[in-house]
């Protein structure tokens, strides 16, 4: 006994002298800050003039525009290509030519680091930075080396670079030293301006960003990363998350509740999905990116398998089907429905996510990507902390007894830094008290039911006449609802949408296609207008009353997962409205098609009697459709519902599950995964 607590007695000693020793660095950090400062400044003045007469030298980064107008125009182009030729770089970046401080887009360089999940967490800052300084062109560059899986069909961003190391600070400097860019944007949690030489960003906006992040400079201009613990820890005395200092440092509104940019373009492969077509199911991952995991693929921040195991048993009894998510070189769980590790790419990943009625997890890249594609997410908490990293929209499991040791040592992520064999913050997490939260959240499956269709075109006098009687109805059918949106195929629609309302005052939130939202500014105001891919609407699960969606050009399969979009996005007892210009032969079969489509997760898509169609869609060649959404509550076995009450007898005498029940589930015999 004595010698545990003076281990721990031992262990309390080393992090205050852990704590004092980053105190000291950061005071030399800020030291040598002070002294580069002035070096630089010292050799910039040194090679001024060497710099106008000899292109191949390029001075370091300080803002003097004077300097810059000492080179021409070819001459800083010649250098800029010259130095993405160094560095193996290909694509639009070639695209980007000095801009002399006129009147061409804004530029914006967004620099980060970290595996997918912070990515994810850097699209929403894209997407604030694009609609601040729009039209603007913005440029990623990431650490990861498959940055652009992330941000390929990303409609804010124009193109992505993937570096590392000196690599990557020889092309921050580059942009540094030239007016390619007008805003150089830093991220380590909190964010970092840079303005390079001819910037057309406003003083005002820069000067509110530095006075806003200087205070946490000193946590990530030296030895980043090791200060983020000590950067979490001040962020969250005063409240913070990690969007909350993302917004503030970078002088935007990004807040908790915000929620980063993922757009799918890919339908869910058939083979893969199979399984789960009409099938209520959850994700659930265990492991870790390859970057910062163990050998055996996990961190110190997943739970223990033997735990995930339970989880999964538990849920079996419940009746639900377990989709296992992941990389190949994460652990297998035994005794999941369906494996998927490896095989699913992130395109289809993202879309397995979003019609789960949960995902479980612990802090990690697909709880970002669920929270990305509007599902809610159990996750447990333990080296990391639930208050900084955790979405209010999931259910944040934060362990009771040791926690927040990210960043302590260096090897905090792939061992224990008391020296446990394993986590004993992830091990306290029980697989009784993960599926009851489960329980209590999954979400039921929707389905929309045919209210009639009615013939927009007879007797049309132009062709935009379907168009305006189809927004006409729309109006007048969602006039008493308190939040509605509109997806269009065509911007025709959309003005039509926008005509009656002041700029910046329209009651509804617009979707437009990826490859239309470059113009979406001729309609409304970016923030107003969001993009939307073919199989995804960027909106919270049951965000809306009403949902105008216009089907127009649209196959029977993109009508489908269209269609499957707007369910989702509409709450219970709301209303999907769709337009349709087609021969009315071909909007009938289309719609009562669309009555024997299943989706993954759900049992029906819609439930659409032929008997409403006809008649009302003999001659018509453009209709509308009005659909009810309602909620499908989903079907569990009898033991499951005797395990749920047993379980809520067992909580209710402050007890964990019963010794009974535990012995069924872990005896259970597992299927082989698929």
Same mark, same amino acid.
């Given at each position: 006994?004595?010698?545990?607590?003076?281990?721990?007695?031992?262990?309390?000693?080393?992090?205050?002298?852990?704590?004092?020793?980053?105190?000291?660095?950061?005071?030399?950090?800020?030291?040598?800050?002070?002294?580069?400062?002035?070096?630089?400044?010292?050799?910039?003045?040194?090679?001024?003039?060497?710099?106008?007469?000899?292109?191949?030298?390029?001075?370091?980064?300080?803002?003097?525009?004077?300097?810059?107008?000492?080179?021409?125009?070819?001459?800083?182009?010649?250098?800029?290509?010259?130095?993405?030729?160094?560095?193996?770089?290909?694509?639009?970046?070639?695209?980007?030519?000095?801009?002399?401080?006129?009147?061409?887009?804004?530029?914006?360089?967004?620099?980060?680091?970290?595996?997918?999940?912070?990515?994810?967490?850097?699209?929403?800052?894209?997407?604030?930075?694009?609609?601040?300084?729009?039209?603007?062109?913005?440029?990623?560059?990431?650490?990861?080396?498959?940055?652009?899986?992330?941000?390929?069909?990303?409609?804010?961003?124009?193109?992505?670079?993937?570096?590392?190391?000196?690599?990557?600070?020889?092309?921050?400097?580059?942009?540094?030293?030239?007016?390619?860019?007008?805003?150089?944007?830093?991220?380590?949690?909190?964010?970092?301006?840079?303005?390079?030489?001819?910037?057309?960003?406003?003083?005002?906006?820069?000067?509110?960003?530095?006075?806003?992040?200087?205070?946490?400079?000193?946590?990530?201009?030296?030895?980043?990363?090791?200060?983020?613990?000590?950067?979490?820890?001040?962020?969250?005395?005063?409240?913070?998350?990690?969007?909350?200092?993302?917004?503030?440092?970078?002088?935007?509104?990004?807040?908790?509740?915000?929620?980063?940019?993922?757009?799918?373009?890919?339908?869910?492969?058939?083979?893969?999905?199979?399984?789960?077509?009409?099938?209520?199911?959850?994700?659930?991952?265990?492991?870790?990116?390859?970057?910062?995991?163990?050998?055996?693929?996990?961190?110190?921040?997943?739970?223990?398998k033997a735990t995930w195991q339970a989880v999964v048993a538990l849920?079996?009894?419940?009746?639900?089907?377990?989709?296992?998510?992941?990389?190949?070189?994460?652990?297998?769980?035994?005794?999941?429905?369906?494996?998927?590790?490896?095989?699913?790419?992130?395109?289809?990943?993202?879309?397995?996510?979003?019609?789960?009625?949960?995902?479980?997890?612990?802090?990690?890249?697909?709880?970002?990507?669920?929270?990305?594609?509007?599902?809610? +997410?159990?996750?447990?908490?333990?080296?990391?902390?639930?208050?900084?990293?955790?979405?209010?929209?999931?259910?944040?499991?934060?362990s009771q007894g040791c926690a927040n040791c990210w960043w302590v040592?260096?090897?905090?992520?792939? +061992?224990?830094?008391?020296?446990?064999?394993?986590?004993?913050?992830?091990?306290?997490?029980?697989?009784?008290?993960?599926?009851?939260?489960?329980?209590?959240?999954?979400?039921?499956?929707?389905?929309?039911?045919?209210?009639?269709?009615?013939?927009?075109?007879?007797?049309?006098?132009?062709?935009?006449?379907?168009?305006?009687?189809?927004?006409?109805?729309?109006?007048?059918?969602?006039?008493?609802?308190?939040?509605?949106?509109?997806?269009?195929?065509?911007?025709?629609?959309?003005?039509?949408?926008?005509?009656?309302?002041?700029?910046?005052?329209?009651?509804?939130?617009?979707?437009?296609?990826?490859?239309?939202?470059?113009?979406?500014?001729?309609?409304?105001?970016?923030?107003?207008?969001?993009?939307?891919?073919?199989?995804?609407?960027?909106?919270?699960?049951?965000?809306?009353?009403?949902?105008?969606?216009?089907?127009?050009?649209?196959?029977?399969?993109?009508?489908?997962?269209?269609?499957?979009?707007?369910?989702?996005?509409?709450r219970p007892d709301g209303e999907v409205l769709i337009f349709d210009?087609?021969?009315?032969?071909?909007?009938?079969?289309?719609?009562?098609?669309?009555?024997?489509?299943?989706?993954?997760?759900?049992?029906?898509?819609?439930?659409?009697?032929?008997?409403?169609?006809?008649?009302?869609?003999?001659?018509?060649?453009?209709?509308?459709?009005?659909?009810?959404?309602?909620?499908?509550?989903?079907?569990?076995?009898?033991?499951?519902?005797?395990?749920?009450?047993?379980?809520?007898?067992?909580?209710?005498?402050?007890?964990?599950?019963?010794?009974?029940?535990?012995?069924?589930?872990?005896?259970?015999?597992?299927?082989?995964?698929?």
């Amino acid at each position: 006994m004595q010698g545990n607590r003076d281990a721990e007695l031992a262990a309390i000693q080393n992090r205050e002298l852990f704590s004092r020793l980053t105190e000291a660095n950061i005071r030399i950090g800020e030291l040598q800050s002070e002294r580069d400062n002035l070096e630089r400044m010292l050799k910039a003045t040194l090679l001024l003039a060497e710099a106008a007469t000899d292109e191949r030298q390029l001075f370091p980064a300080v803002r003097i525009d004077a300097a810059m107008r000492m080179l021409t125009l070819v001459q800083r182009r010649d250098l800029w290509l010259a130095g993405l030729t160094k560095l193996g770089l290909d694509g639009a970046i070639f695209g980007l030519f000095p801009h002399n401080g006129e009147t061409d887009p804004i530029t914006i360089l967004v620099s980060g680091s970290g595996g997918f999940g912070d990515m994810i967490t850097h699209s929403c800052l894209v997407r604030r930075l694009y609609e601040r300084f729009s039209p603007a062109r913005i440029v990623v560059l990431e650490a990861h080396p498959e940055a652009h899986r992330i941000f390929a069909s990303n409609p804010y961003v124009l193109s992505t670079i993937s570096l590392k190391g000196e690599q990557k600070q020889q092309f921050f400097d580059l942009a540094a030293c030239l007016d390619i860019f007008d805003l150089l944007v830093d991220v380590r949690y909190a964010v970092t301006y840079a303005a390079p030489p001819l910037s057309r960003i406003p003083h005002e906006f820069l000067l509110a960003a530095h006075s806003r992040s200087s205070e946490w400079q000193r946590f990530v201009r030296r030895d980043w990363p090791f200060l983020n613990n000590m950067l979490g820890q001040e962020a969250m005395r005063r409240g913070m998350t990690e969007y909350d200092l993302m917004g503030y440092t970078a002088n935007l509104p990004i807040a908790t509740r915000d929620a980063g940019d993922f757009f799918p373009v890919e339908p869910a492969d058939a083979a893969l999905v199979a399984p789960l077509v009409g099938n209520p199911y959850i994700t659930v991952h265990h492991g870790s990116d390859r970057v910062m995991s163990a050998a055996n693929g996990v961190q110190t921040k997943n739970l223990p398998k033997a735990t995930w195991q339970a989880v999964v048993a538990l849920l079996k009894l419940q009746g639900w089907t377990t989709v296992q998510l992941g990389e190949e070189h994460e652990p297998p769980i035994e005794g999941v429905a369906v494996d998927l590790r490896g095989k699913s790419s992130f395109d289809h990943t993202a879309q397995i996510i979003k019609h789960a009625h949960a995902h479980i997890d612990t802090e990690g890249g697909l709880v970002h990507l669920a929270r990305a594609m509007g599902t809610r +997410s159990v996750v447990m908490f333990g080296p990391t902390p639930a208050a900084f990293f955790g979405y209010p929209a999931n259910v944040n499991v934060q362990s009771q007894g040791c926690a927040n040791c990210w960043w302590v040592g260096p090897e905090w992520a792939r +061992s224990c830094v008391r020296g446990f064999a394993g986590p004993e913050c992830m091990a306290e997490h029980a697989p009784e008290k993960i599926v009851d939260l489960v329980l209590r959240f999954a979400r039921s499956s929707k389905t929309a039911v045919l209210q009639g269709a009615m013939d927009v075109g007879e007797d049309a006098p132009s062709p935009a006449a379907p168009l305006e009687t189809a927004v006409t109805r729309a109006r007048s059918q969602f006039r008493n609802s308190s939040r509605t949106a509109v997806a269009v195929r065509g911007l025709d629609l959309l003005k039509l949408c926008f005509a009656h309302f002041p700029a910046g005052q329209t009651p509804f939130d617009g979707f437009v296609p990826l490859e239309l939202f470059g113009r979406a500014a001729e309609v409304g105001q970016i923030g107003e207008v969001r993009p939307y891919s073919p199989v995804h609407i960027p909106a919270e699960t049951d965000s809306y009353d009403g949902l105008f969606l216009d089907l127009r050009m649209v196959g029977p399969e993109n009508a489908a997962t269209l269609l499957a979009e707007a369910i989702r996005v509409t709450r219970p007892d709301g209303e999907v409205l769709i337009f349709d210009e087609s021969p009315h032969e071909a909007a009938r079969a289309r719609l009562t098609a669309l009555g024997g489509k299943r989706i993954p997760g759900a049992r029906s898509l819609v439930k659409a009697n032929p008997k409403l169609l006809d008649g009302s869609l003999h001659q018509a060649r453009a209709v509308t459709a009005l659909f009810r959404v309602v909620e499908t509550p989903t079907d569990v076995s009898a033991a499951a519902r005797g395990l749920r009450r047993s379980m809520r007898r067992s909580r209710s005498n402050g007890q964990v599950a019963s010794g009974r029940i535990w012995d069924r589930v872990v005896s259970e015999p597992t299927r082989g995964s698929l």
